[in-house]
């Protein structure tokens, strides 16, 4: 067989018996075939990497554009509010929304509340169970003032790690209980993810309890203890990114934000922006 392939010439061929039809129609079919066979291995590819987006953990990130815009985030604002979940409010109204992440307290928390106070800004502290642990009197400040507490999980752990609903919500109830016991309200149904990382099913979640989802539109690294910014580097990156509609992250145990607040919210509203709270943002007269 191998010899008979080997001494096989393209000349050996009788053209004038060949059927061109039928080699037509199979070469057609066999293209055909090809590209639905493409065509079903490019769908079944992009369901499942659709699937696994909607899946897989994921950190908020934002991309920031002309100076003065509002940034882009990883998931679009559209696609946030399926899961009654937001990083912005309008990009038509020079309007800030003031958060601040409380993990515990140094000191930091009551020059925050002087300067807010002052400006008349309201501003959501998303607090951990350790700090309602050790300041329940600056939470019972903060509503004394008509600011707003969320809920940042009892324990700050990554909750896209988390699967199972009852261990999800025992992280927000137990912030929740404690909180009444503190105040003796019930904690306005706002939730910050720790770190910002989350999923889908952590938003279903959410949202199925009850929960508005809110991640950020500007923030600057603040968070470490040892490595403060200077006053000049957080000016640098809160006045230049700041846009309408913005949901500002502050970090409650930055030295740099006590220090600077009372100036950078004057400075703000310098620029035409005024404060208001997330709750105007979920009633729609913010955003």
Same mark, same amino acid.
């Given at each position: 067989?191998?010899?008979? &392939?080997?001494?096989?010439?393209?000349?050996?061929?009788?053209?004038?018996?060949?059927? !061109?039809?039928?080699?037509?129609?199979?070469?057609?079919?066999?293209?055909? $075939?090809?590209?639905?066979?493409?065509?079903?291995?490019?769908?079944?590819?992009?369901?499942?990497?659709?699937?696994?987006?909607?899946?897989?953990?994921?950190?908020?990130?934002?991309?920031?554009?002309?100076?003065?815009?509002?940034?882009?985030?990883?998931?679009?604002?559209?696609?946030?509010?399926? !899961?009654?979940? !937001?990083?912005?409010?309008?990009?038509?109204?020079?309007?800030?929304?003031?958060?601040?992440?409380?993990?515990?307290?140094?000191?930091?928390?009551?020059? &925050?509340?002087?300067?807010?106070?002052?400006?008349?800004?309201?501003?959501?502290?998303?607090?951990?169970?350790?700090?309602?642990?050790?300041?329940?009197?600056?939470?019972?400040? $903060?509503?004394?003032?008509?600011? #707003?507490?969320?809920?940042?999980?009892?324990?700050?752990?990554?909750?896209?790690? &988390?699967?199972?609903?009852?261990?999800?919500?025992?992280?927000?109830?137990?912030?929740?209980?404690?909180?009444?016991?503190? %105040?003796?309200?019930? $904690?306005?149904?706002?939730?910050?993810?720790?770190?910002?990382?989350?999923?889908?099913?952590?938003?279903?979640?959410?949202?199925?309890?009850?929960?508005? #989802?809110?991640?950020?539109?500007?923030?600057?690294?603040?968070? !470490?203890?040892?490595?403060?910014?200077?006053?000049?580097?957080?000016?640098?990156?809160?006045?230049?990114?700041?846009?309408?509609?913005?949901?500002?992250?502050?970090?409650? %145990?930055?030295? #740099?934000?006590?220090? &600077?607040?009372?100036?950078?919210?004057?400075?703000?509203?310098? $620029?035409?922006?005024?404060?208001?709270?997330?709750?105007?943002?979920?009633?729609?007269?913010?955003?």
């Amino acid at each position: 067989m191998l010899e008979r &392939i080997k001494k096989w010439k393209w000349k050996d061929v009788d053209w004038k018996k060949l059927d !061109y039809p039928r080699i037509a129609l199979t070469a057609v079919f066999l293209l055909a $075939m090809f590209l639905l066979g493409r065509a079903v291995g490019a769908a079944t590819h992009s369901a499942v990497a659709s699937s696994a987006i909607a899946r897989s953990p994921e950190n908020w990130g934002l991309g920031f554009g002309q100076e003065g815009s509002q940034p882009s985030g990883n998931v679009s604002a559209a696609e946030l509010a399926k !899961y009654n979940a !937001y990083y912005v409010g309008s990009a038509q109204d020079k309007v800030i929304y003031l958060t601040f992440d409380a993990g515990f307290e140094n000191g930091n928390t009551e020059p &925050i509340l002087d300067a807010l106070k002052k400006h008349n800004a309201p501003a959501a502290f998303f607090v951990v169970g350790h700090y309602l642990e050790s300041a329940p009197e600056l939470i019972k400040r $903060m509503v004394e003032e008509g600011h #707003t507490v969320g809920n940042h999980t009892y324990h700050h752990p990554d909750m896209s790690g &988390i699967s199972d609903r009852e261990t999800f919500a025992k992280e927000m109830n137990d912030v929740a209980a404690l909180y009444r016991e503190i %105040t003796g309200q019930e $904690m306005v149904p706002f939730y910050r993810p720790p770190q910002g990382k989350y999923s889908t099913e952590n938003l279903k979640m959410a949202q199925e309890m009850g929960y508005a #989802t809110f991640f950020w539109s500007l923030a600057y690294v603040d968070w !470490y203890q040892d490595k403060q910014p200077t006053r000049e580097e957080a000016f640098d990156k809160l006045l230049s990114r700041i846009h309408p509609g913005a949901i500002v992250l502050l970090h409650s %145990t930055s030295q #740099t934000n006590g220090e &600077i607040l009372d100036e950078l919210l004057t400075k703000w509203e310098e $620029m035409g922006y005024t404060f208001r709270p997330l709750s105007d943002l979920i009633s729609g007269s913010g955003g």
